[in-house]
């Protein structure tokens, strides 16, 4: 029947759908991690005035560029972050048309784990890479206006 091909229509597009937002969120820490590694090279390599204290002079004198990078793995982890929510809903609805229709799917979601596990046994390692790129946007914003602090203060 029509109504039958939709189902299986809309299933198979949603499992479509949580494998796309699935690699989103894998495809973040990567981009993050190559222009973090591009750019800290490109920053290590410029002169140190204080050969006492390198990588404070490092962040004094490039606290601007430290505080642009703070913003774009922001960005990157709210990606990461909508694409997991965007996840989880995908999972929650293919888990409602398998129990409507009577149908096993062979994949078993994260919050299908064994309760007898601890919280970040069961939870998906997807949650754990968005705290990762949201604590290291943390970081960069810090440094970044320390390096602000101590062009003020000329230390």
Known sequence: SKATQFIIAQYEQLHEMRREYNRYIFQAPTIVVA????TLVILGQKDNTSPLFPLLSSIKNNSEIL????GFVFVMGYWALRSQVLLRRTEKTLTEIEADYGLTSYEMYPYQANRKLRWWQRGPSTFMIVIY???LSL???VLGILGII????HV
Request: hydrophobic content about 70%.
């Open 67 to 70: 505080l642009v990078i703070s």
């Open 150 to 153: 101590l062009k003020i203060n």
């Open 139 to 141: 970081l960069f914003f």
């Open 133 to 135: 790129i949201l604590l």
């Open 35 to 38: 222009v973090l590694g591009g």
